[in-house]
């Protein structure tokens, strides 16, 4: 069983810097499809930042701030997150697909079928 878990959100003031990392435990393969998703109160969980294989992607609305990396040797992923927003407030979840039938866009949330239970980053003005 797959475990997924997020730590590193915190409470920051505009133009600060954050770094997420999710702890991957319980894989007896490392996934090449993982990612960052974000959901803040009333809206949908939306994705933030994508990695397939040595491949990147990013919404456009954290491109240039936003980093995401993996560690396969400290099965851990990060997020490396500058010039933070208010607009940038969520709960922040880390993703993995474990399987061998890809569908959906690397953003797309149906993707992925492990799921970490999130991290609270705030960002005030």
């Known amino acids: 069983q797959v475990q997924l878990v997020e730590s590193g959100g915190a409470s920051v003031q505009a133009g600060g810097s954050l770094r997420l990392s999710c702890a991957i435990s319980?894989?007896?393969?490392?996934?090449?499809?993982m990612a960052w998703f974000r959901q803040a109160p009333g809206k949908e969980r939306e994705g933030v930042a994508a990695?397939?294989?040595?491949?990147?992607r990013y919404a456009d609305s954290v491109k240039g701030r936003f980093t995401i990396s993996k560690d396969n040797t400290k099965n851990t992923l990060y997020l490396r997150m500058n010039s933070l927003k208010p607009e940038d407030t969520a709960m922040y979840f880390c993703a993995a697909y474990y399987g061998f039938y890809i569908r959906y866009d690397a953003l797309d949330k149906r993707r992925y079928n492990n799921w970490g239970p999130g991290t609270q980053v705030t960002v005030s003005s």
């Open positions: 990695v397939e294989s040595d491949t990147t």
């Open positions: 319980g894989h007896t393969y490392h996934s090449n499809h």
